[in-house]
């Protein structure tokens, strides 16, 4: 079965800095999706960002980009120039492409923005 | 375009009681899942409804169901509540079912089970 580990349950960071958030997951498939979604304390969950596994170019969303390394099964994803609103629950989550194969979360890291 | 939208937000029941949740996906959106959140687990996939047939369901017992109706609005129902059951329940929707079409999640629903 597929897993996804955050091992990072909570980050700060000052704003305007950089922070990065790790994840990793372990898979036997070759074909699949990785993203971040974003949980603030109004509960939805707002994806910030997708890749997918056969591209080897690094997705990129405005301040956010990833760091996918296929190989190490890591999937980081960095917020640069951090800002107050950016504080939430970060969520990484896997899908495998094939049939109607749900999201596979990981447990996720509270991001904290200090002023 | 309106998102994603679940009612009520939030709904406190006695152990035993069933309870009804409510998802209104986004217009045109013929995918509804279910998640449920809890701190201990986090995530965890319940079912897929796809032109009102469920599509995959996850690993939770039989007191957990769900149907879609025509209209692509879904219902997800939990009979005999437990303690456990306590947790943010999420519905999302996409375009189709199929691993390329993004999810775009709701609100959630906050039920308390006492």
């Known amino acids: 079965a597929q897993t996804v580990t955050q091992s990072q349950p909570e980050m700060s960071v000052q704003e305007a800095e950089t922070v990065t958030l790790s994840c990793t997951y372990d898979?036997?498939?070759?074909?699949?999706?990785l993203f971040w979604y974003k949980q603030p304390p109004s509960r939805q969950m707002i994806l910030v960002i997708r890749?997918?596994?056969?591209?080897?170019q690094n997705a990129t969303e405005n301040r956010f980009s990833v760091n996918f390394q296929k190989a190490a099964k890591s999937f980081s994803l960095k917020i640069s120039d951090s800002q107050l609103g950016d504080a939430a629950m970060y969520f990484c989550a896997y899908r495998k492409n094939s049939g109607n194969t749900p999201l596979v979360f990981g447990k996720g890291t509270r991001l904290s923005v200090i002023a | 375009k309106a998102g994603v939208t679940q009612t009520p937000r939030y709904l406190i029941k006695t152990r035993g009681q069933q309870v009804t949740l409510s998802c209104s996906p986004i217009?045109?959106?013929?995918?509804v899942s279910w998640y449920q959140q809890t701190p201990g687990q986090g995530l965890q996939f319940l079912f897929e409804y796809f032109s009102e047939t469920q599509r995959n369901k996850g690993n939770f017992p039989g007191r957990f169901s769900g149907r879609q109706f025509s209209n692509s609005r879904s219902e997800m129902n939990v009979s005999t509540l437990e303690l456990g059951d306590s947790a943010l329940y999420l519905c999302?929707?996409?375009?189709?079912?199929?691993?390329?079409?993004?999810?775009?999640f709701g609100n959630g629903t906050r039920l308390t089970v006492t």
């Open positions: 898979t036997s498939e070759s074909d699949y999706y």
């Open positions: 217009s045109g959106h013929r995918s």
């Open positions: 999302a929707s996409s375009f189709r079912t199929g691993n390329n079409s993004p999810l775009h």
């Open positions: 890749q997918e596994a056969y591209k080897q």
